[in-house]
Each structure stands twice: as C-alpha cells, then as structure tokens.
C-alpha cells in the first residue's frame, strides 16, 4: 500500500487500472520528490490534477501567443513560477474556428488576447531568443528575418544557400468572399504541387 507500490502497479498496468487523477491523489508525496516533467494542455491540467494537490514548481507555456489567457489562467494557478514562451509577431488566437458564424466585416475583433500579450503588457521581465532553428532552408526564414527581427536572429546556413527555396507561383482563381469562403484554384494548385 506504499506510494511507491501503487506508482508500479500504475506502470505495469498500462494505465488501465486506475484513473490519473486517482493515481495523483494516491502517491501525492512520491509525485513530488520524483520531480514529474508533464506535458499536458492547459484542458488536461484541469481535467487530470485537482486543484487541492500541492503546486508545482514550474509552469511552462510554449506558443503562447496561440493561448488565450482565460485558458491558461488554471494552469497557472498551479504552479509556483510560470515562463511564458512565444513570439507576439505570430497571429493571435482566435475564436475563427470555433463556430461557423464568423464576421468576415470585423475578423479582428474576433481576436482574443493571448497569454503572452498579457504577460508583456504587465512588463514582466523578458528574454529574447537569438537562434532560429526550425527552417531546413535559410531562405525560409530569411524575409522575416529582415523585416521583422531586424536580422537579428542567428541561422544556420544552408549547404545550397545560394539556391532560394522559396518561390512564387502566380495561380488563377479567387476567394468566393461571399459565397464558399474558399480559393478553390489555389487549393487545387497546392494539392497538385
């Protein structure tokens, strides 16, 4: 009956003995001198851990210009410290995809505010991130780059740097605005390529 035995049991197991939350509320010593790393949406923090159980030490939220704050407000809450990753050049969240009643007149208002914009509004202290790594071609990231980290941002080069991934292709169609709300041509132009 020791919380180490129930923690083994819950390994061997699969998971299909006892729920989650059970198994936190049982071994809630043992969870914190094992110093658990859990990846979870803020949907899961909520569903998973009962706001009862001791705080965390940390709390990350990676991409949180996508969050919106009254989704993340819970997680929060259950940690010590937060960092709050995320770039405020990215887009918003939005509440586009939630309904299909969307207000093409005033998308922006549809806007929600996102964690980090509330974080850098409260000017809490900040650190910049100086190496890009996610783009397989410099030429990726190259335009943003320039017009909006001031080129600042280290990337590593390409071993064909001088051969731009990037291209245009000019394609005939149009956004049916009032009709379909889709490009049907760029659409099939992307499939094809």
Same mark, same amino acid.
């Given at each position: ?9 819950? /390994? ?7 729920? /989650?939350?059970? !198994? ?18 803020? /949907?899961?923090?909520?569903q998973y851990i009962d ?29 010590e410290n937060v960092v ?6 990215? !887009? ?11 207000d093409e007149e005033h ?20 650190? =910049?991130?100086?190496? =890009? ?6 030429? !990726? /990231? ?26 245009? =292709? =000019? ?23």
């Open positions: 009956s020791s919380e180490l035995s129930l923690l083994q049991k819950a /390994i061997r197991s699969g998971g299909r003995m006892m729920p /989650i939350r059970k !198994l936190f509320d049982s071994i809630p010593n043992l969870l914190r001198r094992i110093c658990p790393c859990m990846l979870m949406s803020p /949907i899961s923090v909520a706001p009862a159980f001791p705080k965390f030490d940390l709390v990350i939220f990676d991409e949180a210009s996508q969050m919106p704050t009254c989704e993340a407000v819970g997680a929060i809450a259950r940690g709050v990753v995320g770039d405020p050049r990215q !887009l918003p969240p939005t509440s586009f995809f939630a309904s299909n009643q969307v998308y922006e208002q549809e806007d929600l505010e996102s964690v980090l914009d509330d974080c850098l509004a409260l000017a809490m202290p900040q650190r =910049h991130l100086l190496w =890009h790594y996610r783009s397989r071609h410099e030429s !990726l /990231i190259a335009f943003s780059n320039a017009r909006f980290y001031e080129n600042k941002l280290f990337t590593f080069p390409s071993p064909d740097d001088l051969v731009s991934r990037v291209q245009w =292709h =000019h394609v005939e169609g149009f956004y049916d605005k009032g009709g379909t709300k889709q490009n049907r041509a760029e659409a099939e132009a992307i499939v094809a390529e």
